[in-house]
């Protein structure tokens, strides 16, 4: 059974970056797509990107392109999460999560989808 398991958050000051982390274990990556999401205090869980199982497209919300990069090595077993120019709206739990060949879309992907979770990584930005 695949585990997950994030981190790398922390605080950061606005226009700074983080890299968070997901190291899976227990099962083979290749065989997941593999998601970051996001949940601030009283909002909804959203998806921030995602990488699919066997082609490894990409999904990127569309409000976060060009700051966040997601990327994984499967040799590392290890997905990252590269966030720059940090603003205080980016303040969150961050959760990777995992979903047995599922492809992500062109579209955000409901946090349903996704049967493992990681137990997220709190990333606080002050301005």
């Known amino acids: 059974q695949l585990r997950l398991v994030e981190s790398g958050g922390g605080l950061a000051q606005s226009g700074g970056s983080l890299r968070l982390s997901c190291e899976a274990s227990g099962a083979p990556m290749g065989h997941y797509a593999i998601g970051w999401f996001r949940q601030a205090p009283g909002k909804e869980r959203e998806e921030v990107a995602c990488i699919s199982s066997g082609d490894g497209s990409t999904y990127s919300a569309p409000s976060l392109k060009g700051r966040f990069t997601m990327s994984r090595d499967n040799d590392r077993a290890t997905a990252y999460l590269q966030m720059n120019s940090l603003k205080s709206e980016d303040t969150a739990v961050y959760y990777c999560?995992?979903?047995?060949?599922?492809?992500?879309?062109?579209?955000?992907?409901?946090?349903?989808?996704?049967?493992?979770w990681g137990q997220g990584t709190q990333v606080t930005v002050s301005s």
């Open positions: 999560a995992a979903q047995y060949f599922y492809y992500c879309g062109d579209s955000e992907s409901d946090p349903r989808d996704f049967a493992t």
